[in-house]
């Protein structure tokens, strides 16, 4: 039986992502994208609730600053609160190619799934894999958390810095006259074909593949009105609550609404 608004919002105000990768893999950006916010309204509450500086985000500061317990809330959308696990890298130096130390990321993941009230439990996890990785698109460091254990939460593969594999295919297309556009159409379709091949044949074949796996789309970083489509569909249907995806619809058009007023004040 569906509840109605208010019941879902007094059993569990917010949807709960817990966002996993490595430092610069385009984590903080698709949050920001997720709630259309350009970041200034971005709040950071330690586990008690103290206010923690949102600097310790910022792509150039050191691991060890952030805690996977942090919660991570956007004003523009107060119905999305999220945890980022940054810091998994297990090389000292950060190096994209170093493997990632999931244990951290496993440890709370458990724990959360133990938490007796809904608000409290992670609801999704979303692990980012960025395609400029040298060895992308292998990924076959991030292959290794699907490849550890099953998740007790959905979990969601997006890909991110996409058009680092457009630009290898842009680089790879055969010598002709073709104009710009069509260069760019054959680019983006060979770039998929890679992807599709590669990375999403890897995932599928994982020991425990993700619930769901994000299309191989660029984010448009200069637009901050446009959301994550893909990733949108993609965690939508990987939630199998019927209550937590009525929650994920809802925050979803709440975004959706702020995207609209914002485009409605730079054309007024
Ligand atoms: N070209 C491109 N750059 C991106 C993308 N996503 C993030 N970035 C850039 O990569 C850098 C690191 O992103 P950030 O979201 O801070 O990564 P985090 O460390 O995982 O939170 C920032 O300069 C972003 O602007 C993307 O999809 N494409
Ligand atoms: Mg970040």
Redesign the pocket.
């Given at each position: 039986m569906s509840l109605t608004i208010e019941q879902i919002k007094d059993r569990c105000p917010r949807f709960r992502i817990l966002?996993i990768?490595?430092?610069?893999?385009?984590?903080?950006?698709?949050?920001?994208k997720m709630c259309n916010s350009d970041g200034s309204d971005l709040r950071i509450v330690d586990r008690n609730g103290n206010k923690v500086d949102p600097s310790i985000?910022?792509?150039d500061r050191q691991r060890g600053m952030s805690d996977i317990e942090n919660e991570i809330t956007f004003r523009s959308n107060p119905l999305f609160v999220f945890h980022?696990s940054?810091g998994i890298e297990a090389g000292a130096e950060h190096d994209e190619n170093s493997p990632l130390c999931t244990d951290s990321v496993w440890e709370f993941l458990d724990k959360r799934s133990r938490e007796p009230r809904i608000r409290d439990q992670i609801h999704a996890v979303w692990l980012?894999i960025?395609m400029?990785n040298q060895r992308a698109p292998s990924s076959e460091f991030e292959l290794a958390f699907f490849n550890a254990r099953a998740s007790p939460v959905p979990v969601i593969a997006v890909f991110?810095?996409?058009?680092?594999l457009i630009d290898e295919a842009y680089n790879d297309l055969p010598e002709d006259d073709l104009s710009d556009t069509e260069k760019e159409k054959n680019a983006s379709r060979d770039a998929q074909l890679k992807f599709d091949k590669t990375v999403r044949k890897a995932i599928e074949n994982t020991a425990h593949p993700p619930d769901q796996v994000t299309d191989g789309m660029?984010?448009d970083?200069n637009d901050e009105r446009t959301g994550c489509r893909g990733l949108s569909e993609a965690t939508y249907a990987a939630i199998q609550d019927v209550t937590l995806s009525d929650l994920f619809a809802m925050a979803q058009r709440s975004s959706f609404q702020v995207g609209c007023l914002k485009v409605m004040e730079s054309i007024m």
């Open positions: 966002v990768g490595r430092r610069n893999a385009g984590k903080t950006t698709i949050l920001k985000l910022e792509p980022d940054r980012c960025p400029d991110t810095k996409f058009e680092a660029p984010l970083l």
